[in-house]
């Protein structure tokens, strides 16, 4: 046996660590994962949130645990990680997350860098002002006006190239930190997608007001390293199972049911994978 023929060898018997690429084997799927690492939101009630207790919870959550339990994945054996807008395609990237499960819209510049299953929902981008700002009814009340958002988010590309609108940015690190500015008045609003704005609102249902202008779909994908096609294709079975079963529309109703958007129950249409 020659030593490149006794190297390969050894590496084909080699156990292969979900997720991460086997350094001659190629592409590892997470269809052969015993466990798996989730990178969602820390700071967004309803879709991520992390607990006094340290743990996440949301919809986002629950989708991620009902498509690991899909892959063969326990409950124990998932380990959940906060990412923020900005870290979503590095983790994947490094492999230090197998999936991204973090309200994250699948765009075509995010295509060119990950994978992505689903959309496992369609949300849209609306906006978030206090209750007291009369000036903004729509996205163009927005021009001359200081946004908010993540760092990282495409919510400000939306308004600014996308519609042209002449707004100035602030960032924040997440959504979480730009409702203080908001209410201080520091900024003027904070726009991105409907679920997360609802989630702030339902916390601040005093000082915020939803302006419920829909301006974009948001498709929401399950980020995933771009050459997993065979488990990208695992999810999306484990998506469209998840509203064929009746379990998307108890989790819709159990998250968002009190926020008053209309929410959509039937399995959005898949992006494709590869
Ligand atoms: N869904 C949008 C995005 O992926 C905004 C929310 C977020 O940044 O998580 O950019």
């Given at each position: 046996m020659t030593r490149t023929a006794a190297l390969l060898l050894a590496l084909a018997a080699a156990p292969a660590a979900a997720g991460c690429s086997a350094a001659l084997g190629g592409p590892v799927s997470v269809t052969d994962a015993d466990t798996l690492v989730i990178g969602v939101k820390p700071d967004q009630p309803g879709l991520g949130l992390r607990t006094g207790e340290g743990r996440f919870e949301g919809f986002d959550v629950d989708v991620a645990l009902y498509v690991a339990g899909h892959l063969g994945v326990a409950e124990e054996d998932v380990e959940f990680t906060a990412v923020t807008s900005a870290q979503r395609e590095d983790v994947l990237r490094s492999g230090d997350v197998d999936l991204v499960f973090a309200t994250y819209s699948i765009t075509e510049e995010r295509k060119s860098l990950v994978g992505f299953g689903g959309p496992y929902y369609v949300a849209h981008q609306d906006i978030l002002v206090r209750a007291d700002e009369e000036g903004v009814e729509g996205v163009r009340g927005l021009e001359g006006r200081t946004l908010c958002q993540g760092e990282g988010s495409n919510s400000a590309d939306r308004v600014i190239e996308e519609k042209g609108i002449g707004a100035e940015l602030h960032e924040e690190p997440?959504?979480?930190?730009c409702i203080a500015p908001l209410l201080d008045g520091e900024v003027d609003a904070v726009t991105t997608d409907d679920l997360i704005l609802a989630g702030y609102l339902a916390e601040e249902p005093e000082g915020l007001r939803l302006v419920n202008a829909p301006f974009t779909d948001e498709q929401y994908g399950v980020g995933?390293?771009?050459?997993?096609v065979a488990g990208c294709e695992e999810v999306n079975r484990a998506i469209t199972l998840m509203y064929q079963d009746g379990t998307a529309e108890e989790l819709l109703d159990r998250w968002f049911g009190d926020t008053g958007l209309d929410l959509v129950t039937s399995v959005p249409q898949f992006v494709g994978c590869g």
């Open positions: 997440a959504y979480g930190d995933i390293a771009a050459e997993d």
